[in-house]
């Protein structure tokens, strides 16, 4: 018996070190000690013009439900979406690579003790869908077959909700070539009232909801119907350090909040992303001004909705572009350096948000005004058409844009808010 006990003990020891061994090789072969996809930020106004191209292009309303469409998309564009929806949800960086027939799409995301997990997928076309060729981590291959459940398990923890498109069954199928994609895919008569009802996860809906009473209970309070964005924040960025005291994400309260009041200040329905929104109590109508003017209040929350949700580059690239489209526009309001600071402000606001949740929330709930927001930006060049902007300034990048865009930035990092 004693010998059976000792044959038992010892194997179980060499199965506990082989286990041991295999996860220190696994764990070598695993993690890297530098990323293979570096951090990027290199989006530019140019980008988000052919975005907004494409989505006007793709407007369900240009065709009749049920017809086939198609949609294109350069090598770019789709590298571009796969690295912010990678650093939105993931905290990585990805890099897409189109081939005939093939797509190669890699992601590096920092690990524990300063290594790095660099992933690497290849799909081939189908008659539908791409399905997964080859899966490897690190220097680890894996079944391909791995790939599918551990990117919907990572997109349900980070709330997204993958199922979505199938089940309103609208992709047909995507067609891979060198430098290029498009997916074929048909709306039915449902498929965006299908699509808007899975947009969000029930739990930030419930979280979204909140932050809609708090902002209902905050207008009922205030007089008249023109209201501060410096009146406005502070409850909303009170709830927000409530619930996180509470064992809430800070990070996505801020989110919340910030997206709310966007909706809120724009005059859009949030009904348009959440349709249960349709029955939450309804914020009584304001119009939000910042330094007593509603445009810098539109830029400076949108702007921050935008690098708290994407990212500053993005939100650095859509300021800009919309000020470049103004000035070519024939009707637009022309080249503002003020909406600019307006825009610059906002999308250090929405960066701190993410970055410094915690502290953002207690510098707001110390006070606020509208000085605190944003800088002077009276002295600022405004509508100035394009002919002009280029003229004068030398355009995107000429000495006279540099030297302004500097200045602006100096302004704002001297707001006692930003430091």
């Not at 009170?238 to 309260?253: F, I, K, M």
């Not at 002009?388 to 006279?400: C, H, N, P, S």
């Amino acid at each position: 018996m004693r010998t059976f006990v000792k044959v038992v003990g010892a194997t179980v020891l060499a199965v506990l070190v082989a286990l041991a061994i295999a996860a220190v090789v696994a764990f070598a072969l695993v993690l890297e000690p530098a990323p293979r996809v570096p951090a990027r930020g290199e989006i530019s106004a140019a980008d988000v013009d052919r975005a907004v191209a494409i989505v006007r292009r793709q407007d369900p309303r240009r065709a009749p439900p049920g017809q086939l469409r198609w949609l294109a998309l350069a090598e770019r564009d789709v590298d571009l979406l796969a690295d912010h929806a990678a650093a939105r949800w993931l905290g990585a960086h990805a890099r897409v690579r189109l081939e005939a027939g093939r797509v190669v799409a890699q992601a590096s995301a920092p690990a524990p003790f300063g290594r790095w997990l660099n992933v690497e997928a290849v799909l081939r076309q189908t008659d539908a869908l791409p399905a997964v060729e080859r899966l490897r981590v690190g220097r680890l291959p894996l079944p391909p077959a791995l790939a599918l459940p551990v990117l919907r398990a990572l997109a349900a923890r980070a709330g997204v909700q993958p199922d979505m498109l199938d089940a309103a069954g609208v992709i047909e199928r995507v067609t891979l070539a060198p430098g290029r994609v498009v997916v074929s895919y048909r709306l039915g008569p449902q498929t965006l009232q299908q699509l808007r009802a899975g947009l969000v996860a029930p739990a930030e809906q419930q979280r979204l909801r909140a932050y809609v009473e708090r902002l209902a209970d905050a207008a009922a309070r205030l007089e008249g119907r023109t209201v501060s964005l410096a009146q406005l924040l502070p409850p909303l960025l009170a709830l927000a350090a409530e619930r996180s005291d509470d064992g809430a994400d800070a990070v996505a309260e801020n989110r919340a909040a910030l997206l709310v009041l966007a909706f809120h200040a724009t005059h859009r329905p949030l009904r348009q992303i959440v349709p249960a929104a349709d029955a939450w109590p309804a914020p009584r109508p304001l119009v939000v001004t910042l330094q007593q003017r509603h445009d810098f209040a539109l830029h400076f929350v949108v702007s921050a909705l935008i690098a708290a949700q994407a990212g500053t580059p993005l939100a650095d690239a859509v300021g800009l572009w919309k000020e470049l489209d103004d000035a070519r526009r024939a009707g637009g309001s022309g080249f503002s350096f003020a909406d600019l600071a307006a825009d610059r402000a906002g999308t250090r606001f929405g960066d701190l948000a993410v970055r410094e949740p915690r502290q953002l929330q207690a510098r707001i709930a110390r006070g606020l005004a509208d000085a605190d927001l944003m800088p002077d930006a009276r002295d600022l060049p405004e509508f100035l058409p394009e002919r002009e902007f280029a003229a004068r300034y030398g355009g995107v990048g000429g000495a006279g844009y540099e030297r302004l865009r500097a200045e602006i930035e100096a302004r704002i990092d001297a707001l006692p808010l930003m430091e």
